[in-house]
């Protein structure tokens, strides 16, 4: 079975810093990339998918991922945080033969100081 | 916009008692799946439906039920709920093709 992996269960961070959050999975098939964010209090919200191109993808608020197929590595990015990104964010993996279910991460707590 | 329900936003029970928990999706999707989450353990698949009355067991299905008897509505059922299922319980939708939609989560306390 897949699993995904998320390196950091905690970051902080001061605003306009650049932030990267690791993702790694583990399966060999092809696969479908997600980033979800749960900013405090709401639900869980689609930042931003890979299903197959230029493995650069960007999402909402200024965010962008990138797919290395070689390191089964689905990495998140923003190049200058505000106060307001301060979430929690989930990497999750949908392999296109089991069908449409996703394997999340463990989650990565964000807090932006302002 | 996608709209995935969820009944209740916040429920307590006693040990034992059987719960139920609704979700309504109103954007015809074929996928409806429901995930708990807890910190630290991301979140982790329950029960998954891929069309009306049919069912698939996820990652931690022991303990829990499900039903299907329309396309827009996928229940959750606890028979006999314990201390440990207290937890936040996710509703999700989809379709192949797009990304998955959540509900606002029910937060459930088994007392």
């Known amino acids: 079975a897949q699993s995904v992996s998320q390196h950091n269960h905690h970051v902080i961070l001061s605003e306009a810093a650049s932030l990267e959050l690791g993702c790694n999975y583990s399966y060999g098939g092809t696969v479908n990339l997600f980033w979800y964010v749960q900013y405090p209090g709401q639900h869980l919200q689609l930042l931003l998918k890979y299903f197959s191109g230029d493995p650069l993808v960007k999402g909402i608020k200024g965010f962008e991922a990138e797919f290395i197929k070689s390191k089964f590595s689905f990495n998140l990015r923003k190049p200058s945080v505000q106060w307001s990104d301060t979430a929690e964010y989930f990497c999750?993996?949908?392999?296109?033969?089991?069908?449409?279910?996703?394997?999340f991460g463990g989650g990565t707590r964000v807090l932006v100081k302002p | 916009d996608v709209k995935v329900t969820q009944s209740s936003r916040y429920l307590v029970k006693r040990t034992g008692e059987k719960v139920f928990l609704e979700c309504v999706q109103d954007?015809?999707?074929?996928?409806m799946f429901w995930y708990r989450q807890d910190p630290g353990l991301g979140l982790r698949l329950i029960y998954f439906?891929?069309?009306?009355?049919?069912?698939e067991k996820g990652d931690i299905p022991e303990g829990y039920s499900v039903s299907r008897e329309k396309k827009e509505r996928f229940s959750l059922i606890l028979e006999s709920a314990s201390t440990n299922q207290t937890s936040m319980y996710l509703c999700?939708?989809?379709?192949?093709?797009?990304?998955?939609?959540f509900g606002a989560g029910t937060r459930l306390s088994v007392l």
């Open positions: 999700a939708s989809s379709l192949v093709t797009s990304g998955t939609y």
């Open positions: 954007m015809d999707h074929e996928n």
């Open positions: 999750a993996v949908n392999v296109k033969a089991a069908g449409n279910k996703l394997t």
């Open positions: 439906s891929y069309d009306v009355k049919m069912k």
